[in-house]
């Protein structure tokens, strides 16, 4: 854009303070709405509950007295707060891990010349439309002790029934698997968009050279891809650190019984969003609940930044 | 100028909308209206409970003399029930007109009376003579000056079983002999011990643990709690002996493992899978609906230990109702004596005025599906002999405490002990 001349009209000057505003400030309208909302719904609830945190604050006093951080003294030395971010971390290895793996392998599946092609690819995304409560209720039947279809189909090779509620590591995998459900077909198709725009002559040239499909995956799509890999592993991540719905609804479909948000007698599955919601919704103790959601949202941070880290590494197997 | 508005219309006119929509989300609250309603206008009361109260019927019977009033009923499950109403309570929006509140949280409640309304205002201390007193007092605010809620029903145990699972363990299976199987816990147990080494297929003595506990800790003359609202878990030797008690049950393998309503403890009802079940008077109806097929094979035999109440509620008025003295004329009418009849002979919920349990239309109830067992004697004798116990603020708390205890044992992480000390841990975290 030309300075314009000073013998201009006022019109014209005025015209063009209108344009620059227009081109400066106008961006900003955009992006507001967002801003808006998310100091509304983000920042603020983020600071005030930083403030809550410091307090001896229930929900059924009107009383709230300053204790500094006794709240964070207490959780730290709280055994069920780490119990809970062990079985957040269990239960997010156990979920993750082999949803990317066979997200990247459907996604390679997908990323050919295939019959019904759009067919498949939203059937991927159907597990993600379900509403998560259908979706663990119908799993938590399958996962049933007495009358499980896993279980059923388990009897055929020996193994007996499984409490898959009572046990950590069989909850564990349960969940997981719901998790998996819901999510891997979602991821899949991210990491399908990413692949159609790696360029076809890489694959053709390997193919000249005698590269197996394997191999392809893995020098080519997979380096080709890691912008994508890596933000599919933090979005995954952040995800997978605030699971809530799938232990509370377990522990009330599932026989192993408990409190309403304990994840089970022993607190087997309680994961840390859990712990918080149990803190703060059945036992009123706001104050507490506050400073476990700050102590979660810094653990949230940590591992998606030592996942960033990983990820970053990625490089298809010893280019 | 027209592609420069656009620009410009776009983002504003986004926020806008997302203004009116969080608008909309935070209002949602009924339109005001004045304390006390005009004579003939539309009135809309809410009334929140958990499970079927079996009031639906007196709605419609409530509607022809108030021809102005329709009752909306909202069902929610039972924990989330009252943390609702706890949180709506504290936030003083979205609580119903009447809201049903089970003997577990009633205490909750009734120390905070600044949240609900004086039923005394409306002239419902009139209904003291009505009932059993200490179910009157149960309704009281702390320094009994207010009067917070009417009872509606009382949980009397009774201890209902299977005749065909009894017949198939070799047991006796006629409900006085069944009754004189079990005068004591102790006695209930070796008759499990005896079901149990008759191997009946698919088939434990007893659903779970839980609710047993509940029951006897109930029949204790005092429970979780003392007088002076102190939790008393540690020291109560009757606390100690129920754990122990309900371990056994667990450790000798006569439980099915299956937790209190949690959908695989209901298809247990219809599957069969427990030969007994602690009955308060509620659960009967609750037998009826899960059990659907297996009319004329349950049973109802007295309890063992003696009487005791398990569950009950009141209904009680927030005082964010709009419409207050309505609503507290439709307790007053949900919970007379009339309807409070209806309700026993239709869900099983029984009546917490004593003038009933004398009245020969009860005494001489009974169900076809629990083979014509007199069930309105049963009870009537349970309430009679009810002897009342103090509960705590903190009663479901603690008791979440102590049947996640009975889940270690039962799911065999850790023993009766090992559980034990980690339930004082938890009790004495509770405030």
Not at chain 2, 57 to 69: A, D, G, R, S, V
Not at chain 2, 134 to 158: F, H, P, R
Not at chain 2, 316 to 331: D, G, R
Not at chain 2, 404 to 415: C, S, W
Request: with cysteine; aromatic share 10%.
């Amino acid at each position: 854009m030309s300075t314009l001349p000073l013998s201009v009209p006022t019109r014209r000057r005025r015209r063009s303070v209108r344009h620059t505003l227009d081109v400066r400030v106008s961006p900003y309208a955009y992006v507001a709405p967002f801003f808006l909302l998310f100091c509304a719904f983000g920042l603020f609830p983020l600071i005030y509950t930083a403030w809550v945190s410091l307090h001896d604050w229930t929900l059924l006093s009107e009383e709230h007295t300053f204790v500094g951080a006794k709240n964070f003294q207490t959780l730290l030395a709280d055994g069920y707060f780490w119990n809970a971010t062990f079985n957040t971390l269990s239960i997010g290895v156990l979920s993750t891990v082999p949803q990317l793996l066979l997200a990247v392998w459907l996604a390679h599946l997908l990323n050919r010349r295939l019959r019904f092609q759009t067919l498949l690819r939203i059937s991927m995304l159907l597990p993600n439309v379900t509403s998560v409560v259908a979706v663990v209720v119908i799993f938590s039947q399958l996962f049933g002790r007495d009358f499980g279809l896993i279980n059923w189909v388990l009897s055929w090779f020996g193994i007996g029934n499984i409490d898959w509620a009572a046990g950590t590591a069989t909850s564990h995998i349960a969940l997981a698997v719901m998790i998996m459900w819901r999510w891997t077909g979602y991821n899949a198709l991210i990491f399908l968009a990413a692949m159609q725009a790696v360029p076809r002559e890489l694959y053709e040239a390997a193919t000249l050279d005698g590269a197996s499909s394997f191999t392809q995956l893995r020098r080519i799509t997979i380096p080709m891809i890691r912008p994508t890999i890596i933000f599919v592993v933090i979005v995954s991540t952040i995800g997978a650190m605030q699971i809530i719905a799938e232990p509370l609804l377990f522990g009330q479909s599932s026989g192993a019984g408990g409190g309403a948000a304990s994840g089970g007698p022993d607190r087997q599955y309680q994961t840390l969003a859990l712990f918080v919601y149990e803190q703060g919704f059945t036992k009123f103790d706001f104050g507490y609940a506050s400073a476990a959601s700050w102590l979660m949202f810094l653990v949230v941070v940590a591992v998606a930044g030592i996942n960033f880290l990983i990820s970053r590494r990625v490089k298809g197997g010893t280019t | 100028m027209t592609p420069r508005i656009r620009r410009l219309a776009v983002p504003v006119l986004t926020a806008s909308l997302l203004a009116l929509a969080t608008a909309c989300g935070s209002g949602g609250g009924s339109p005001a209206t004045e304390a006390s309603a005009k004579p003939g206008e539309k009135i809309k009361l809410s009334v929140g409970l958990f499970g079927d109260f079996g009031f639906k019927p007196l709605y419609e019977e409530y509607k022809k003399t108030h021809p102005n009033i329709e009752v909306v009923e909202a069902v929610t499950q039972f924990n989330d029930h009252h943390n609702n109403l706890v949180k709506r309570l504290a936030t003083n929006a979205g609580a119903g007109d009447v809201e049903a509140v089970e003997v577990g949280y009633v205490s909750t409640f009734t120390s905070q009376p600044g949240k609900f309304v004086d039923l005394k205002q409306y002239g419902l201390d009139k209904r003291q003579g009505d009932y059993l007193d200490w179910k009157w007092q149960q309704g009281l605010s702390k320094d009994g000056q207010q009067l917070l809620g009417l009872g509606t029903d009382v949980g009397g145990l009774a201890m209902c079983y299977r005749k065909d699972l009894f017949k198939k363990a070799g047991l006796p299976s006629g409900r006085t002999e069944v009754s004189a199987l079990w005068p004591t816990w102790e006695q209930y147990i070796e008759t499990g011990k005896k079901f149990g080494a008759a191997k009946v297929a698919d088939a434990k003595f007893v659903d779970s643990p839980g609710e047993i506990f509940r029951a006897m800790v109930n029949q204790a003359p005092v429970g979780l709690y003392d007088a002076q609202d102190k939790i008393i878990v540690d020291s109560n030797p009757d606390v100690k002996k129920a754990w122990d008690l309900s371990n056994q049950l667990t450790q000798e393998g006569l439980t099915a493992k299956l937790a209190a309503f949690t959908p695989p403890w209901n298809t247990g009802f219809a599957k069969g899978s427990f030969a007994t079940i602690i009955c308060p008077a509620w659960m009967t109806g609750f037998i009826q609906e899960q059990a659907k097929d297996a009319s004329g094979k349950w049973d109802i035999a007295t309890v063992p230990g003696g009487s005791g109440n398990s569950g009950g509620s009141h209904l009680m008025v927030p005082k964010q109702s709009k419409h207050p003295k309505e609503a507290a004329e439709l307790i007053d009418f949900l919970t007379s004596k009339e309807n409070q009849a209806k309700v026993f002979k239709e869900e099983g919920t029984f009546p917490s005025i004593p003038a009933l349990y004398d009245d020969p239309s009860i005494q001489n109830f009974t169900k076809p599906f629990f083979g014509d067992a007199p069930i309105g004697k049963i009870y009537s004798d349970a309430a009679k002999a009810l002897k009342p116990q103090h509960l705590g603020p903190k009663e479901a708390d603690v008791r979440v405490a102590i049947g996640n205890g009975l889940g270690r044992v039962e799911q065999g992480k850790q023993t009766p002990e090992e559980a034990w000390a980690q339930v004082l841990q938890d009790v004495q975290k509770i405030r």
